[in-house]
């Protein structure tokens, strides 16, 4: 008896076993693993997690720092406010151009928060406010921002990194 690669019986078992007929293939997805440091006043918070990036998650590392992870060609990082980081927002270019260093104007920060007690925050851009995004040609980054205020008067800042790994992923085929 022939021994069969686990990840080879996996991809047929899962590509024969939807049962309506659809037929699958396989596709390359971008993984995004990031690293979060962020500061809101005089707390710390700081936390890994990964994230796909593009439509629907299937572009590849290089297509994401040459053309973007967004169907309008932007390139866009957030942070999801997790438990150990409840920090969220996102950054995304406004008029992309490849891999490069994004500043201030040339960029969007949105839906900038924190979460207090359970109770969300909202920050706002303040005069001292900067913003910064750096792709690299292998997808991946930084990304920062500095001096945004909450109707209090506390400050948010915050700092990403991540690398960029391209990974296999089974997907419908197309009927055509």
């Known amino acids: 008896m022939r021994a069969v690669p686990v990840a080879v019986a996996t991809l047929v078992l899962a590509a024969t076993a939807c049962g309506n007929g659809t037929k699958l293939e396989t596709r390359t ?10 500061t809101t006043g005089s707390t710390r918070y700081v936390d890994h997690y990964d ?3 593009g439509p ?4 590849d590392c290089s297509t994401a720092a040459s053309d973007g992870n967004s169907v309008r060609r932007t390139f866009v990082i957030t942070g999801p406010g997790t438990v150990r980081a409840p ?4 950054i995304g270019t406004r008029e992309f ?3 490069g260093v994004y500043r201030d104007g040339a960029l969007v920060l ?13 920050f706002f851009k303040a005069p001292a406010s ?16 500095t001096g945004y205020r909450s109707p209090q008067g506390t400050t948010l800042a915050a700092r990403m990194t991540w690398t960029c790994t391209n990974k296999t992923v089974l997907w419908p085929k197309d009927a055509s």
């Open 130 to 145: 900067h913003v910064t995004l750096t792709l690299n040609d292998d997808g991946s980054g930084t990304a920062s921002f």
């Open 110 to 122: 949105g839906s900038i928060g924190s979460y207090k007690e359970q109770t969300p925050v909202d």
């Open 51 to 53: 994230s796909t990036t």
């Open 87 to 90: 920090l969220y927002f996102s």
């Open 97 to 99: 151009s490849g891999p």
């Open 56 to 59: 629907n998650g299937v572009i």
């Open 29 to 38: 997805e971008a993984l995004l693993h990031a690293s979060i440091v962020g």
